[in-house]
Nanobody, 121 residues
Framework: QVQLVESGGGLVQAGDSLRLSCAAS????????MGWFRQAPGKERESVAA??????????DYGDSVKGRFTISRDNAQSTVYLQMNSLKPEDTAVYYC????????????WGQGTQVTVSS
């Protein structure tokens, strides 16, 4: 079992930056694919970023709406994944969720409780 706890959300103004953290419990964190998702009221859940181990290196993937503004990173020693969000826009307002899955699966099995990010114009 893996437990995920997000932190770092809050209320910011457009153009500001914010860093989300997701602390994971459980073994073999370094092998897990970690992802960030978000869901705004009335909208479907959206994949924001993911970081996975492939062919001997970590690779990051981003949703089109955040490319160039958000950066996902991980600290395996701390079992933590981060989402650095720069140049925030009001449309980035959502509940942000951290998720994880083992390298043997292709769907996310573990989810955090979410953290609210609100960007005012």
């Amino acid at each position: 079992q893996v437990q995920l706890v997000e932190s770092g959300g809050g209320l910011v103004q457009a153009g500001d930056s914010l860093r989300l953290s997701c602390a994971a419990s459980g073994r073999a964190f370094s092998t897990y694919t970690m992802g960030w998702f978000r869901q705004a009221p009335g909208k479907e859940r959206e994949s924001v970023a993911a970081i996975s181990w492939r062919s001997g290196s970590y690779y990051a993937d981003y949703g089109d709406s955040v490319k160039g503004r958000f950066t996902i990173s991980r600290d395996n020693a701390q079992s933590t994944v981060y989402l650095q969000m720069n140049s925030l826009k009001p449309e980035d307002t959502a509940v942000y969720y951290c998720a994880a899955h083992s390298p043997y699966r292709s769907t996310y099995d573990y989810w955090g409780q979410g953290t609210q990010v609100t960007v005012s114009s």
